[in-house]
C-alpha cells in the first residue's frame, strides 16, 4: 500500500444540530431472550443479552455516545449486582435520555420514572469534577430482564477508540458502531484483536461497525498474554496521512523520527561537556562511564513521574512543552521521558554512540513487525552501543540500575532511532542468574514442634526491584508489618520480630532482609514422632496453575533463580527415620530443580539446599500440561516431609560428619 | 477526626468516603500561625508513649441563632511524632448537602521552627459519603484536606472550619476521644436569648461548664487513643461523650423548629404519624397480601408467607431530607412494593402495611445494630438507632424466643425483614443493643428487646470418606448449622456461584488436603426452621503420604475448627467475653486393607471455666474414627486471665493438627 494522502474539508467550529444517532435498533425482547442457551449461561449470575455501543464524533467538540444494554438476570446475586446503576460522568459531559424498564418472562414491563434517577456530584476538587447519574431499576427479581440506554454527551473529540467485546458474563449480542471525526491530514486506522472476522471497514452509513455474537464469559488465567492479545476487541485512531501504513516504510519512518527528535533534543552544549566529564574519568570504560551518566540522572535529578518526585518537584508553570537535555539537566526535573533525553545529551557529550530508544510493554502488547501502529513502542530510553553491542539504560526507573530495563520492556523489542533504517533491536529477558532470591534459614526445632531461627534473604535483579518498590519509602514499622504479613501468607501462625530492610533505596544492591522466625507447630506431632517439613520457605506455596486446562499461552514475567538453605537443629531423643531426599528434577530448556539434604544423626543436624532455575519465558496453550506437571512436581517435592522418631537412648554429644541418603520418587 | 454528629443514623455506618488528591503540588506560602492554636504548639510529651501522633486540639464551638440556623465552627491540630504518623495530616468535616453549607475550610503546616505555610485549595476536596454500598443516593458529604506527603516529624498540622446548618435537628454529641491521643477536647455552645439547652454527660464526661446564661462548654484532657479490643464487655467499648438537645423558647416547637426531643413517648407519637402515612393502601396492597396468601389462611401462615415475601424485597436506601429527620421517615409502602426495593424502614413498613391489609397489627421498632453500643435510657434521642424492624402483634399459640410482652399491645414477635437470612421467630443479629423504640403513638416508647438464647449457636460436621492405597481420598462432608450460626452460613453460601464456592472450599481443605477437588457442593436449607446444611464431595491425589514406603500419614483434622476465633496475642485491657457455642466434628476414614494403624495422637481432654474441648482418634473395623467436639460458655473472663484464654485455643489447634500413622501389614 502506498503511502495516502487524502484531502477532507471539515468546517471545524460549525455547530450544528446533531440528530440522535441513527442505528438500526435492538430487536424487541422475545420469550426466547429468557431461556439460557448453553452451560455458561447455566452457570452465571447474569447474561448479557445484548450490549449495543454507538458512538458518533463525527462534529468536532461535540460527541454522542449511546449505550444500551440488555441483561438477563438469573439469580438472587445477579439481580443484586444489577439493584443499583451508576453512570459516571466529569465536567465537560452530560448523561442525558436515561431508560429503563423491566421485562417479566411474561412479557410485564415496569418503567422507571424520571424522578426515580438522582444525580450527585461525588467528587470535587480544584481540578476535577466528577459526577454520577444513579437509579435503581424497579421490581428487579430473578429471571427478569432489565433493559436500559442513556446517551452521553461530550464537549470534547476523542482520538483513541478500543473496546472489548467479552465481560466477565456470557454476551450473547455486542455491538459497536463508530463514526468518527473527519480531520484534514490525517488517516482512520481500524485494528481488530482476536476476531478475524470482523469487517474493518466503513459502512455506507459512514460508521464502522463491528458486532460478535455468542461470546463466553472472561476467563483470567494465571500468566496470561496481554488482555488486547487474549479477547476479541478493536482499536480504532487517527494517525497522520503522511504516516506510512505499509509496516517495513512505518518503522522506517519511526525510526527517523526518533532519530530526528534525538537530534532536536539531545544538543550538545558547553555545561553539559563540563558536567558529563566531571563525572566520569578518562580511564573508565565504555560501560562504566554510561553507568555514571546514568546514576546521576537517576539519583540527582527529580523523577516527577514517581511518588516521591511528585511531591519533591517544582510546579511547572511556563517552561517547554518537549524541554531539551540542557533544560531539563539545568531545571533538576522531568518525567521518565525527558530523564531520558537528559541522559542522551550526557552521554553524547562525551562522545557515546547515544541514541534514543522507544521500550514496547508487552503486557499491553506485544510487538509483531507487521503491526504497524505508533502504540507499540512508547517510553523512552537511552541506547548505548559498542561495536554490535547495545546497552540500554532507563534513568526513570527509580530501582532499576544502568543496562537493565523493566521485565515489561524485555522479551520483545526496543525501536532504535535511526536516520536511515528501521531499527529494531531485539531485548532478550534477562536470563535468570540475574534474579535470583536466596533464603538462608538457621533453625531449632523443638520436641514441640516449635521451628525457631534467623533467616536471611537477598534479593537481586528483578525480585530486587519488587522489593525495593514495595518497601522504600516505608517506615521501620511498616517495613517489620509487610515482612510479617508476607512470611503469614505461607506460614499463617509464624511471629515475626527483629526484621532489618538493607539497600531498600540503592537500585545497584540487593535487596537484603533479615529477621527472626518463631513459628508454632511447625512439626506436627503424635505420641513418638514429629513430622515436618525440611523446605520451611516453601511450606505452604502451591502450584501456580492448579486448573487442570487452559486456554491462553502462558508467559511469565522474567526468569530467576531460587537458592534456599535451610540448617536445622533437631531435638535430643528424636531420630530421623528413614533419611530420604526427593530426587532432583531437570526441563531441559526450562530450567532445573535440585535438592541437596543431608542429615548428621550424631550431630542432630539437617541440611538443606534447595534450587531453582526458571529459564523457561513463554509456552503455548497446548504446552500447559508440561508446563504444569513440571510445577506439580516441585511443588510436590518441595512439600517432602521427614518423621522424627524418639530414639530408646540418649544421643552423644559429638559432632559428626553429615551424610546423605537419598531416594528416588 | 472531629466527632460532630447532630443527625440520627439509619442503616448501616459504613461510609465510603470517594477522595482523591494525588498528583498537587503545594505552594509554599508563608502564613501567620492562626492563633487559636499558638498556645496548643507549646504542648510537649505525649500522653501514650510510642505513638505516631499527638492531636493538640479538636474543639468545635456551636453557635445558634434565634431563627434556628446553627453556625458550628470545627478546629483541630494534630503533631507528628512519629514517621508512620504522617498519615495522620488530614482532615475533614461532615455536612449535609441541601441543608448546609461549609462557609470557609482553611488549613496550615506549622514547622518546627515555628513557620507557617497554608495548605493550598488543591489539596482540598469535597465528596460525597456513601453510608453502604447500596445507598442510591444520600445528602452526607464530607469536605477534606490532606497534606500527607507534605509534612515532617514534629511538624503540626491544623485546620479550621466554618459550617452553616438550616435543619430542624436539635440535638448532636460530642465524643472526646479519637483514634490518636488527645490532648485536649472540648465543645462549646452559645444560644441565642430565650434558648435552653439540656445535655447529658456519658461514660465518664464532664459536666457542662456555664460560663454564662448562654455559654457552657465541656472540656475534657490527656485523653488516651480510643482503642476497643475485641471480645470486650459494652462497658469497655463505651467512650466519653456528651448528648445536647436544643430547646427553643416556644417548646414543644412545631417541626419546622429546630428542637430536640423531652421523651420516648414524643419522638414515638412524631413518627408514627409518618410510619401510619407511609401504610396507607392505595388497593395494590391488599391485592399483593390477597395475591400471596389466597383466602382462609391461618394468622400465623399469613404472617410467615408476607414476612418472607418482603425479606425478599431488594436492599436500596435513599436518603433525602436528613436534616429534617427524614432519616427516620420511611417511603410509601406501595411505591416500596411497585419498586421491589427499599430500606430498612421501608421493609417494615411495607410489611406493617401488608400485615394491615389483613387486620393483623404490628409497630415500627427502632433499634441499635452493628456497634453493639450500650443504650441510654435517660437520653432521648432518635440518633441512638440506626436500625428498623417490626414488632407484629401474635397470639399465644406463637411461641418464640424473639417474643415480647407489652403492658398495652400485648404480645409482640420481634422480626427483621431487612435480614433475608433469618426466619421468622428469630432474631440472628447478636450484636443488637438492649433497648428499642417501640413507634406506637402514645403506647409506644422505649422496650426491651429479647434475647436469643446464644446456646442454640451449634455446628456439626460429619466426614465419611475412603482413603485408598496411593493416599489419595474420596470423601462427603456435612456440616449443619444451628442457630445464630444458620444466618451466616446462609448468607456465606448464597453469596456465591456454586462454581466459586467449589473454590473456597478447596481453598479451605488445602492445608490440610493438598490439590483438593471438590466436585458437588449442594445446601439443605430448612429456611422456616432455622436449620442450613452443606454437602461437599471432594477428593485429593495425595491426602495420605507414603514415608519411604513404610507409613501412610495422614491428618484426620480435615478442616479447620471453626469454633477457634482469631486472637491478639499480645496483653489485654478489658475483660474477654466469651461466645457460647457448641461444635461438633465426627469423620470417619476408611483405611486401605494393607494398613494399620501404627501411631497416633493419645485422647486430650481440656476443661477450663469457659470452655471444654475432647478430640480423640479411634481405630475400629478398618476404619479411623475421629472425633472432636469444643464446647463455648457465655462467660466474662477477666482480662488478668486472657493468657488462659490463649493458651487454651492453642492446645485445641496443636491437639489438631497430630497425623495418624498407619503402617503397611506384616507380610504385605
Known amino acids: 500500500m502506498r503511502c495516502k494522502t487524502q484531502f477532507w474539508w471539515v468546517f471545524l467550529g460549525v455547530l450544528s444540530v446533531l440528530s440522535a444517532v441513527r442505528a438500526a435498533p435492538l430487536p424487541e425482547v422475545t420469550p426466547a431472550d429468557f431461556v439460557v442457551k448453553n452451560p455458561a449461561e447455566e452457570a452465571s449470575d447474569v447474561v448479557f443479552v445484548a450490549v449495543d455501543v454507538n458512538v458518533d464524533e463525527s462534529e468536532y467538540g461535540h460527541a454522542e455516545w449511546v449505550y444500551h444494554y440488555r441483561v438477563l438476570l438469573r439469580s438472587d446475586r445477579g439481580v443484586e449486582r444489577f439493584s443499583k446503576v451508576e453512570l459516571p460522568y466529569r465536567r465537560g459531559v452530560s448523561i442525558q435520555d436515561v431508560k429503563v424498564r423491566t421485562i417479566k418472562p411474561d412479557g410485564g414491563v415496569q418503567q422507571l420514572r424520571p424522578n426515580e434517577i438522582f444525580d450527585r456530584e461525588v467528587l470535587r476538587t480544584q481540578d476535577v469534577r466528577q459526577r454520577v447519574k444513579s437509579f435503581a431499576p424497579v421490581g428487579l427479581e430473578p429471571g427478569v430482564i432489565v433493559d436500559y440506554r442513556y446517551r452521553e454527551v461530550r464537549d470534547s473529540t476523542s482520538f483513541l477508540f478500543s473496546y472489548s467485546f467479552q465481560r466477565s458474563d456470557p454476551v450473547r449480542y455486542s455491538r459497536y458502531r463508530l463514526k468518527p471525526l473527519s480531520l484534514p491530514g490525517t488517516y482512520f486506522m481500524a485494528r481488530s484483536f482476536r476476531a478475524p472476522d470482523l469487517n474493518l471497514k466503513r459502512g455506507q452509513d459512514t460508521f464502522y461497525n463491528f458486532e460478535l455474537r455468542d461470546l463466553p464469559p472472561l476467563r483470567v488465567e494465571p500468566f496470561q498474554p496481554p488482555t488486547i492479545q487474549t479477547q476479541p476487541s478493536v482499536v480504532l485512531y487517527f494517525t497522520s496521512s503522511t504516516v506510512e501504513t505499509e509496516p517495513a516504510l512505518f518503522w522506517k519512518s519511526s525510526s527517523r523520527a526518533l532519530h530526528e527528535l534525538a537530534q532536536a533534543r539531545g544538543k550538545v552544549t558547553k555545561e553539559m561537556r563540563m558536567l558529563a566529564e566531571s563525572l566520569v574519568s578518562p580511564s573508565d570504560t565504555i560501560q562504566e562511564k554510561l553507568i555514571k551518566l546514568h546514576d546521576y540522572c537517576r539519583l540527582n535529578l527529580i523523577n516527577t513521574e514517581s511518588e516521591r518526585g511528585a511531591s519533591a518537584s517544582k510546579p511547572k508553570s511556563k517552561g517547554p512543552t518537549n524541554p531539551s537535555a540542557a533544560e531539563i539537566l539545568k531545571s533538576r526535573q522531568g518525567n521518565g521521558d525527558e530523564l531520558a533525553v537528559a541522559l542522551l545529551g550526557l552521554a553524547r557529550s562525551i562522545n557515546l554512540d547515544a541514541r534514543l530508544a522507544r521500550t514496547n510493554d508487552r503486557t499491553f502488547i506485544f510487538f509483531q513487525a507487521a503491526m504497524a501502529e505508533p502504540f507499540v513502542f512508547k517510553d523512552l530510553v537511552v541506547g548505548v552501543k559498542e561495536g554490535d553491542t547495545w546497552t540500554f539504560c532507563d534513568p526513570g526507573a527509580e530501582y532499576l540500575p544502568a543496562g537493565m530495563l523493566d521485565w515489561r520492556h524485555t522479551g520483545t523489542s526496543v525501536l532504535v532511532g535511526d536516520p536511515a533504517q528501521a531499527l529494531h533491536v531485539p531485548m532478550p529477558v534477562m536470563v535468570s542468574k540475574e534474579t535470583t532470591r536466596n533464603v538462608k534459614g538457621t533453625f531449632t526445632l523443638g520436641e514441640d514442634g516449635v521451628l525457631e531461627g534467623e533467616v536471611v534473604v537477598t534479593r537481586t535483579g528483578y525480585s530486587a526491584a519488587a522489593g525495593k518498590r514495595q518497601y522504600a519509602d516505608a517506615s521501620a514499622q511498616t517495613r517489620s508489618d509487610m515482612i510479617a504479613a508476607e512470611v503469614k501468607r505461607f506460614l499463617p501462625g509464624a511471629e515475626v520480630s527483629k526484621a532489618v530492610i538493607r539497600n531498600a533505596e540503592d537500585a545497584r544492591l540487593p535487596l537484603e532482609l533479615t529477621f527472626h522466625l518463631r513459628v508454632p507447630d511447625y512439626a506436627e506431632r503424635t505420641g513418638n514422632r514429629l513430622f515436618f517439613q525440611p523446605s520451611v520457605f516453601r511450606k505452604g506455596i502451591r502450584s501456580p496453575f492448579p486448573e487442570e486446562a487452559r486456554l491462553s499461552a502462558i508467559v511469565f514475567p522474567y526468569l530467576y533463580q531460587e537458592i534456599d538453605e535451610v540448617i536445622i537443629h533437631l531435638p535430643k531423643g528424636f531420630v530421623v527415620e528413614s533419611p530420604h531426599a526427593p530426587a532432583g528434577l531437570n526441563f531441559g530448556a526450562a530450567g532445573d530443580y535440585q535438592v541437596d539434604l543431608r542429615y548428621g544423626e550424631k550431630a542432630g543436624l539437617l541440611v538443606l539446599k534447595r534450587s531453582l532455575t526458571w529459564d523457561l519465558f513463554m509456552a503455548p496453550a497446548k504446552s500447559y500440561p508440561d508446563v504444569k506437571k513440571i510445577l506439580d512436581a516441585v511443588t510436590t517435592r518441595d512439600g517432602h516431609l521427614l518423621t522424627l522418631k524418639r530414639s530408646a537412648s540418649p544421643e552423644p554429644e559429638r559432632l559428626g560428619e553429615v551424610t546423605a541418603k537419598s531416594s528416588t520418587e | ?668
Not at chain 2, 166 to 181: C, I, M, V
Not at chain 2, 220 to 245: N, Q, T, W
Not at chain 2, 325 to 340: I, Y
Open chain 2, 1 to 668: 477526626m472531629l466527632g460532630l454528629s447532630n443527625l440520627p443514623k439509619w442503616c448501616g455506618k459504613i461510609i465510603l468516603v470517594v477522595s482523591c488528591l494525588a498528583g498537587v503540588s503545594l505552594v509554599a506560602a508563608k502564613e501567620r500561625i492562626p492563633e487559636w492554636l499558638v498556645p496548643f504548639l507549646k504542648t510537649s510529651g505525649n500522653s501514650e508513649e510510642g505513638s505516631e501522633a499527638l492531636v493538640l486540639t479538636r474543639n468545635s464551638l456551636i453557635q445558634l441563632a434565634a431563627n434556628g440556623k446553627m453556625t458550628t465552627r470545627q478546629r483541630y491540630a494534630v503533631r507528628i511524632d512519629k514517621p508512620d504518623g504522617r498519615k495522620h495530616a488530614k482532615g475533614n468535616v461532615f455536612y449535609l448537602e441541601k441543608s448546609s453549607q461549609v462557609k470557609s475550610f482553611k488549613a496550615w503546616i506549622i514547622s518546627n521552627d515555628g513557620s507557617a505555610v497554608a495548605v493550598p485549595k488543591e489539596s482540598i476536596s469535597d465528596a460525597a459519603v456513601y453510608s453502604n454500598a447500596l445507598e442510591l443516593y444520600g445528602e452526607h458529604r464530607s469536605r477534606a484536606v490532606s497534606a500527607v506527603t507534605r509534612v515532617n516529624v514534629g511538624d503540626v498540622f491544623a485546620y479550621e472550619a466554618m459550617i452553616e446548618d438550616q435543619g430542624t435537628l436539635g440535638e448532636f454529641t460530642w465524643s472526646f476521644q479519637e483514634a490518636l491521643p488527645v490532648s485536649h477536647s472540648s465543645v462549646s455552645v452559645e444560644l441565642p436569648k430565650g434558648w435552653q439547652l439540656v445535655d447529658r454527660s456519658f461514660d465518664t464526661a464532664p459536666s457542662a461548664d456555664h460560663h454564662s446564661a448562654r455559654l457552657s462548654s465541656w472540656t475534657m484532657r490527656s485523653l488516651p487513643a480510643r482503642k476497643s479490643e475485641p471480645y470486650s464487655p459494652l462497658s469497655f467499648r463505651a467512650f466519653p461523650f456528651v448528648a445536647i438537645g436544643l430547646i427553643p423558647p416556644d417548646a414543644p416547637a412545631p417541626k419546622s423548629v429546630r428542637s430536640s426531643y423531652s421523651s420516648w413517648r414524643e419522638i414515638s407519637e412524631r413518627f408514627t404519624l409518618d410510619y401510619d402515612s407511609a401504610a396507607r393502601d392505595t388497593g395494590s396492597l391488599s391485592m399483593r397480601a390477597a395475591t400471596l396468601i389466597g383466602e382462609g389462611r391461618d394468622e400465623n401462615v399469613v404472617v410467615a408467607k408476607l414476612a418472607r415475601f418482603v425479606q425478599e424485597v431488594n436492599y436500596i436506601s435513599i436518603a433525602l431530607d436528613i436534616a429534617n429527620a427524614g432519616g427516620m421517615k420511611p417511603r410509601p409502602a406501595d411505591q416500596v412494593l411497585r419498586c421491589n426495593y427499599g430500606d430498612c424502614k421501608d421493609k417494615a413498613s411495607l410489611l406493617r402495611a401488608l400485615l394491615l391489609s389483613r387486620g393483623i397489627k404490628s409497630y415500627p421498632l427502632a433499634v441499635s445494630s452493628g456497634n453493639e453500643r450500650k443504650l441510654h435510657p435517660e437520653w432521648t434521642s432518635p440518633s441512638q438507632f440506626n436500625h428498623c424492624i417490626l414488632a407484629i402483634a401474635v397470639g399465644e399459640d406463637i411461641q418464640s424466643d424473639a417474643i415480647i410482652q407489652h403492658p398495652v399491645l400485648g404480645r409482640l414477635l420481634v422480626f427483621d425483614p431487612t435480614d433475608g437470612y433469618t426466619p421468622l421467630g428469630l432474631l440472628a443479629d447478636n450484636r443488637l443493643a438492649s433497648h428499642g423504640l417501640l413507634l406506637a403513638g402514645s403506647d409506644g416508647g422505649l422496650v426491651k428487646l429479647p434475647e436469643m438464647p446464644r446456646e442454640n449457636n451449634r455446628f456439626v460436621r460429619e466426614v465419611v470418606g475412603r482413603l485408598a492405597q496411593d493416599g489419595s481420598i474420596q470423601a462427603t462432608m456435612t456440616e449443619r448449622f444451628f442457630g445464630y450460626s444458620v444466618a451466616s452460613a446462609r448468607r456465606e453460601f448464597s453469596r456465591r456461584k456454586q462454581s466459586d464456592f467449589k473454590q473456597l472450599l478447596s481453598r479451605w481443605l488445602q492445608p490440610t488436603v493438598s490439590n483438593a477437588v471438590v466436585s458437588q457442593v449442594n445446601a439443605d436449607d430448612e429456611f422456616d426452621e432455622g436449620k442450613f446444611a452443606l454437602v461437599a464431595t471432594f477428593s485429593s491425589p495425595s491426602y495420605g503420604r507414603w514415608m519411604q514406603d513404610a507409613l501412610l500419614v495422614f491428618k484426620p483434622a480435615l478442616l479447620k475448627n471453626r469454633g477457634i476465633p482469631i486472637l491478639d496475642k499480645g496483653q489485654r485491657k478489658a475483660p474477654f467475653v466469651m461466645q457460647a457455642g457448641a461444635f461438633i466434628e465426627r469423620s470417619e476414614i476408611l483405611i486401605p486393607d494393607l494398613c494399620e494403624l501404627d501411631d497416633a495422637s493419645r485422647p486430650v481432654t481440656i476443661e477450663t471455666p469457659f470452655a471444654t474441648y475432647h478430640g480423640e482418634v479411634l481405630f475400629q473395623d478398618g476404619k479411623v474414627l475421629f472425633s472432636r467436639e469444643l464446647i463455648l460458655k457465655a462467660v466474662e473472663i477477666p482480662a488478668e486471665n486472657y493468657p488462659q484464654v490463649l493458651q487454651f485455643f492453642e492446645r485445641v489447634y496443636q491437639a489438631e493438627q497430630s497425623p495418624v500413622v498407619l503402617r503397611r501389614k506384616k507380610g504385605i
